[in-house]
């Protein structure tokens, strides 16, 4: 009987800190930054659903599309420098890349899944 009382009282441990840990995690999880608790007080200030969902959608395609659109065009910008009169980057590339999925397919037949 005392085996399964210590094996019981590990169990109610480990659960009570699992526990507390999806706590922390959703209290952490529901306080918004800055910027964002700021659009709730501009929202919810405008007195109409209608212009709330419009502040929420264009703060939610700005903090979206802007880095995106940097981003993307930095990375056109080196990926062009960096082939331009250099035509064994792409053939270097191309077998990274196919050497990679090579990888992925020969550790998915031996996982087995």
């Keep these: 009987m005392q085996g399964s009382d210590r094996h019981f009282k590990k169990l109610t ?10 706590l922390m995690r959703a209290l ?5 930054c800055a910027p964002l608790a700021s ?9 109409s659903v209608k212009l709330g969902m419009a502040h929420g ?16 065009l930095l990375i056109s910008l080196l990926g062009s ?5 250099r035509e064994w980057i ?5 077998r990274g ?3 990679v999925l ?9 996982l087995g899944v």
């Design 39 to 47: 659009l709730l007080a501009v929202c919810s200030a405008e007195g």
């Design 81 to 85: 420098n960096l082939r331009e009169n």
């Design 102 to 110: 090579v990888a992925l397919g020969l550790r998915r037949i031996f």
């Design 57 to 72: 959608l264009v703060f939610g395609l700005g903090a979206a599309l802007t880095p995106m659109l940097i981003l993307l």
């Design 13 to 22: 441990r480990m659960v009570t800190t699992k526990i507390k840990v999806m």
């Design 97 to 99: 890349a196919a050497a």
């Design 90 to 94: 792409t053939r270097w590339i191309r």
């Design 28 to 32: 952490f999880v529901s306080t918004p």
